[in-house]
T-cell receptor, first 112, second 114 residues
Framework: TQLLEQSPQFLSIQEGENLTVYCNSS?????LQWYRQEPGEGPVLLVT?????EVKKLKRLTFQFGDARKDSSLHITAAQPGDTGLYLC????????????FGEGTQLTVNP | NAGVTQTPKFRVLKTGQSMTLLCAQD?????MYWYRQDPGMGLRLIHY???????AKGEVPDGYNVSRLKKQNFLLGLESAAPSQTSVYFC?????????????FGPGTRLTVT
């Protein structure tokens, strides 16, 4: 059973377009993170959200944590080819202690 | 400051062979993790450790063992490799703060079992 559902699984867009990736669960998270992974490398942390309703911005990336702390979204404005990569959400479920649960990932391709 | 390093980067094993993957971190992190990553399945937790001398099972622990004899090192062992263990293995470390577990990952080990 996948505790964290990410959608879409694949996304191919043109440079300059906007996009949103979703991360949903029936579980409540004490915190939720977004990572980006490039081929042949390990995931790299982009952001952590901990408060329900929280919005964080990182240049053209906007991250939102749901009010109930069960879901999150990543919105990219005016995507660039350098945004290409695998985006992973990961949540620390309240009852799971020190473990993170990862979503399956969204493979984003931005075409020039 | 090297962060998280993993040895080796690539390995090919025959079914039944054994090997040990080494993870080292120089950030003085308390927690360390071993994941495997397979296409379409994200990262799955194999084993983890919340401190020197302690280990715990994750989501997919069967066929693997771990040891954390030193705070900076976390070893993952395969006693008798199987083709189903062909995967990319990632080590990560963190020190939790305020309910958040911001993990730092190594570059991965690509293992093929034939």
């Amino acid at each position: 059973t996948q505790l964290l559902e990410q959608s879409p699984q694949f996304l191919s867009i043109q440079e300059g377009e906007n996009l949103t990736v979703y991360c949903n669960s029936s579980s409540v998270f004490s915190s939720l993170q977004w990572y980006r992974q490039e081929p042949g490398e390990g995931p790299v942390l982009l952001v952590t959200v901990v408060t329900g309703g929280e919005v964080k911005k990182l240049k053209r990336l906007t991250f939102q944590f749901g009010d109930a702390r069960k879901d999150s979204s990543l919105h990219i404005t005016a995507a660039q080819p350098g945004d290409t990569g695998l985006y992973l959400c990961a949540g620390a479920i309240l009852t799971s202690g020190s473990r993170l649960t990862f979503g399956e990932g969204t493979q984003l391709t931005v075409n020039p | 400051n090297a962060g998280v390093t993993q040895t080796p980067k690539f390995r090919v094993l025959k079914t039944g062979q054994s090997m040990t993957l080494l993870c080292a971190q120089d950030m003085n992190h308390e927690y360390m993790y071993w994941y495997r990553q397979d296409p379409g399945m994200g990262l799955r937790l194999i084993h983890y450790s919340v401190g020197e001398g302690t280990t715990a099972k994750g989501e997919v622990p069967d066929g693997y063992n771990v040891s954390r004899l030193k705070k900076q090192n976390f070893l993952l062992g395969l006693e008798s490799a199987a083709p189903s263990q062909t995967s990319v293995y990632f080590c990560a470390s963190c020190t939790p703060a305020g309910g958040s577990y911001e993990q730092y990952f190594g570059p991965g080990t690509r293992l093929t079992v034939t």
